[in-house]
């Protein structure tokens, strides 16, 4: 991706997609003089999730290719759902993603005297009206996608009355819902979106920006292109659940007779396992079903940087799953494969034991501890290597030791002997149990100093190789674990009767209260991130670390579910 003033970071090179082609052939062929600007254009009543970065990416990529710009636009003309709190986090989250809006950061709000002018000179031009129908009566008379609707009583009011009202509405004369100004559009149109869509409604709310300076307040689709329209933008790129409203899109900017960006529309980003709308997520946030818009389990973009998802990752899956027409489900494996191949890069190797259970080298000198040799990052040579305390009391995985193994399990058993990583060759030589319960509560073993490394000088083979911790040096920690908030591949499928809630996975949580690291992440700042050896990678939790409490998040396992997707369809073919 060109660098410009739009756009830092690195990404792969776009491909090729229809909304490219689009712009293309608009530049050659002179359009807005060879000008490219788009714009991002959140409502600010929920965070920002991954199916946004979809079109963020694509917005603010388009204008860094093309040396154009992209706008950062809040939508905010609806005051009763919308907060300046998630106008605070759309900028954070744009922001981290990697992406600059050069200042222009806009308002629809900031229109709002300019919207008001427009929707009276539609009114002069008989081309909007006063509506005293509730909002009952109006979709009583909108007819269906068979039937034409029916005009309104009001429809023909003069030009005059309808400005007198309207003037009326804005003073706040009128109670909320009892008057609309509607455009005076086709009832009996085969569009529904043409049949006189209501404009401009009263709302006695305060805005989170304009306070009480307004009581009415403009629909959507009426606010939408002509904000465009002022920002100048040339190519107004939204998803496919606009498609049917653009010939209103376009109707409002001719017979207003300005600037006409060109709208465009796409399909929107569904991935399995997840549901993707703020208002389900709402309802997870005040349902407490997760901690918060940002915890770890949310599709938010501040769920996944908790989580420890880089921006690089996200960009680079945005790139991946492409822009096309056509709705699909894209499968979540591949957004955490696109994680995964970013954090072995750059990720730096540590050891920590999330299920501690107690080992001591018998024959290790009592008081003694040893400074031994750990690579940082096999991938990357570079990233140099750190000193691992070794000493008589070690911590191992209980998952790592079976009394009584079953076939195929080669790690720690009585009378076996393993590597612990970076150190030496141990064998279990007594189990030591709790009288009452039974349980394996530490086990003594002996070392071979000989193979000080991991290697044995004779040769001498073992089939594991087991992360530890000295226990002297070890830091406790709490490691949470997650999977999947959803248990369905497609939690919000409009076919399903159940509510989406009802698939919510009960495990996708598991808090592990008492792991134990190696000393060097006692310096671990929040928001770092590892692979756990064995365990997978692991980011330094930004809200409940504190001076007193280390928190880890598993941001994903090391298994990799898409490699072997992608496997099997090879195979398949
Ligand atoms: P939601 O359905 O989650 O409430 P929205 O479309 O109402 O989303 P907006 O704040 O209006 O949310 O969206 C800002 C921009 O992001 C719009 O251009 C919208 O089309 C786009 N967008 C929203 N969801 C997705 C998605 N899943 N995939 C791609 N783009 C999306
Ligand atoms: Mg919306």
Redo the contacts with the bound molecule.
């Keep these: 991706m060109k660098s410009s003033e739009e756009m830092t970071g690195s990404s792969p090179v776009p491909s090729a997609n229809f909304i490219r082609d689009i712009i293309t052939e608009d530049i050659k062929a002179d359009k807005n003089s060879g000008r490219v600007h788009t714009r991002?254009?959140?409502?600010p009543?929920?965070y920002l999730?991954?199916?946004?970065a979809?079109?963020?990416c694509l917005n603010f990529g388009i204008a860094a290719d093309y040396n154009g710009r992209c706008n950062l636009r809040f939508?905010d003309t609806n005051p009763t759902k919308e907060e300046a709190k998630y106008v605070e986090s759309i900028i954070e989250d744009v922001r981290w993603l990697g992406f600059d809006w050069g200042g222009r950061e806009y308002y629809a709000s900031d229109y709002f005297d300019l919207l008001y002018g427009y929707a009276v000179q539609l009114i002069k031009k008989g081309k909007a009206y006063v509506c005293d129908l509730g909002a009952v009566e109006i979709r009583d008379h909108r007819g269906t996608l068979t039937e034409p609707g029916r005009e309104s009583p009001y429809r023909n009011r003069p030009v005059e009355e309808n400005l007198g009202l309207f003037d009326r509405m804005r003073a706040g004369e009128f109670e909320d819902g009892s008057r609309t100004l509607r455009a005076k559009i086709d009832m009996a149109s085969g569009n529904i979106n043409m049949r006189d869509p209501v404009i401009y409604r009263i709302q006695k709310a305060a805005h989170h920006r304009t306070a009480d300076k307004w009581c009415i307040y403009p629909m959507y689709d009426f606010a939408h292109c002509i904000s465009d329209s002022i920002e100048g933008i040339t190519h107004s790129?939204?998803?496919m659940e606009?498609e049917d409203h653009r010939p209103l899109y376009d109707w409002f900017l001719d017979e207003l007779e300005i600037f006409h960006p060109r709208q465009i529309e796409?399909a929107?980003?569904?991935l399995s396992y997840t549901v993707?709308?703020?208002?389900k997520?709402l309802q997870l946030v005040e349902g407490g079903y997760v901690a918060g818009w940002d915890d770890p389990r949310m599709p938010t973009i501040s769920g996944l940087r908790r989580l420890g998802y880089t921006p690089e990752s996200i960009r680079n899956f945005c790139e991946r799953i492409g822009v096309a027409k056509r709705t699909s489900l894209v499968d979540v494996a591949l957004f955490e494969y696109c994680i995964r191949e970013d954090l072995n890069k750059r990720s730096p190797r540590v050891m920590v034991v999330l299920r501690p259970l107690k080992v001591v080298i018998i024959n290790y000198p009592e008081g003694r501890t040893e400074e031994l040799d750990a690579v940082n990052n096999p991938e990357d040579r570079d990233m140099g290597t750190r000193k691992v305390p070794f000493s008589k009391v070690l911590y191992i995985e209980k998952d790592d030791f079976r009394e009584d193994p079953p076939k195929k399990f080669y790690r720690l058993t009585p009378g076996r002997e393993v590597r612990l990583r970076y150190a030496y060759y141990i064998k279990c030589v007594d189990v030591i149990k709790d009288e009452e319960t039974g349980e394996v509560t530490e086990l003594h073993c002996t070392y071979d100093h000989e193979t000080k490394g991991g290697d044995s000088p004779d040769g001498r083979k073992v089939k594991a190789t087991l992360h530890w911790v000295s226990a002297a040096d070890a830091i406790g920690c709490e490691v949470r674990l997650y999977e999947h908030l959803f248990l369905k591949p497609n939690p919000d499928d409009p076919k399903d009767e159940a509510d989406f809630k009802e698939h919510i996975n009960p495990n996708s949580l598991e808090t592990l209260a008492s792991c134990m690291a190696e000393p060097s992440l006692a310096i671990a700042s929040p928001g770092s991130r590892f692979q756990f050896e064995r365990q997978g990678y692991f980011c330094v939790d930004t809200v409940d670390t504190s001076q007193k409490r280390l928190v880890f998040n598993r941001t994903a396992t090391l298994r990799d579910t898409w490699a072997r997707i992608e496997k099997a369809a090879r195979g398949t073919k």
Excluded: W, Y
Excluded at 276 to 279: D, G, I, T, V
């Design positions: 991002f254009p959140p409502e009543n929920g999730h991954i199916g946004h979809k079109s963020i939508d790129i939204c998803t606009f796409f929107r980003l569904n993707l709308s703020k208002r997520l």
